[in-house]
């Protein structure tokens, strides 16, 4: 089923306009009520204040849609029967009318189908820690490999296991570019003490990055890592530590995993993961709006 759009984003899209789509699982299940929708809210304004069309990209009774109404965005951040569904859960959504906050590999599919070809997000899913027992690579990286959307977001999670999530992304053919950093970024923290393949300082760049790899043919998608701001890195280690093993513990998997940890390390930094979290959200709103200017401007030309 192809995505609804809104009246805004079919416009924009119409008209050669950049948008900026941005996912929906960060609200249903990424962050609490009522910071989930005030941040999808600014994140939107974030996109427009930078030159570009924001799609949130969400099912809703079982419709795709890209540019949702604010009830919409406040249902789902509200809701708690709202569900979470990955690229392979779409079809299933659809047919059982369900409301669904979408991942990055779902929302990636939709924004392909809707010609969207630049998504802000927070954190991508990766390869858990001790996927080598239990097999927990998400989605995200599996469709990264075959669907051709430019992903900005902060890096990876160090809930995760960063050397072979970029391990993974190298076997997907999946470009890796840091923005104005060698350091491929660790979400909360602007190093995971690992290099990115590629560093580029300007969105311009970025965006002949992306449409060289699209006229390619190359297949995939692009992970734009864009690295917290200074003054909102914190260091979690030990934090992670202990929500990841408080999951192991209680035998915590599958799509659960993802939201318990961040649900528990907001509890344990009393807040000070949420904070961070929603500074780098919008900072990847904002860089994503720019690199779609850029790249509205360069397939204009
Ligand atoms: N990382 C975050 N915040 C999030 C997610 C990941 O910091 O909200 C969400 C995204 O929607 C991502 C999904 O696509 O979790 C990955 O889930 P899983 O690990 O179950 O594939
Ligand atoms: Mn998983």
Same mark, same amino acid.
């Given at each position: 089923m192809l995505p609804v759009l809104s009246d805004e984003v079919r416009d924009a899209l119409a008209a050669r306009r950049p948008v900026v789509a941005l996912e929906s699982t960060i609200i249903s299940h990424g962050m609490p009520w009522p910071q989930n929708a005030e941040t999808a809210r600014l994140i939107e304004a974030e996109v427009r204040a930078h030159g570009a069309t924001p799609a949130t990209i969400a099912v809703i009774d079982g419709i795709p849609r890209a540019g949702l109404d604010p009830a919409m965005l406040e249902r789902l951040g509200r809701d708690r029967g709202v569900v979470k569904a990955s690229s392979r859960d779409l079809a299933a959504a659809f047919t059982r009318r369900a409301t669904a906050g979408t991942t990055v590999s779902a929302t990636m599919?939709?924004?392909?189908? *809707?010609?969207?070809?630049?998504? *802000?997000?927070?954190?991508?899913?990766?390869?858990?820690?001790?996927?080598?027992? %239990?097999?927990?690579? %998400?989605?995200?990286?599996?469709?990264?490999?075959?669907?051709?959307t430019a992903v900005v977001c902060a890096g990876v999670k160090s809930i995760l296991d960063?050397?072979?999530?970029?391990?993974?992304?190298?076997t997907q053919r999946v470009p890796v570019l840091a923005y104005g950093t060698d350091d491929f970024p660790a979400f909360y923290s602007r190093t995971s003490g690992l290099k990115a393949d590629h560093r580029f300082d300007t969105p311009a760049e970025i965006a002949e990055v992306i449409h060289h790899h699209r006229a390619l043919g190359a297949g995939t998608g692009l992970l734009i890592a864009n690295p917290i701001p200074a003054e909102h890195a914190i260091e979690l280690h030990a934090e992670i530590a202990v929500a990841v093993a408080? *999951?192991? *513990?209680?035998?915590?998997?599958?799509?659960?995993?993802?939201?318990?940890?961040?649900a528990r390390l907001n509890e344990i930094t009393a807040g000070r993961s949420l904070s961070a979290n929603i500074a780098l959200v919008r900072n990847n709103a904002r860089l994503a709006a720019q690199i779609a200017v850029a790249l509205a401007a360069l397939t204009a030309g």
């Open positions: 599919i939709l924004a392909e189908l *809707a010609g969207i070809p630049v998504f *802000a997000t927070g954190g991508v899913g990766g390869v858990h820690r001790g996927a080598e027992t %239990s097999f927990d690579i %998400s989605a995200d990286l599996v469709e990264l490999g075959r669907t051709g960063i050397p072979k999530t970029l391990e993974f992304l190298e408080e *999951a192991a *513990a209680r035998g915590i998997g599958g799509k659960a995993l993802t939201p318990f940890l961040l």
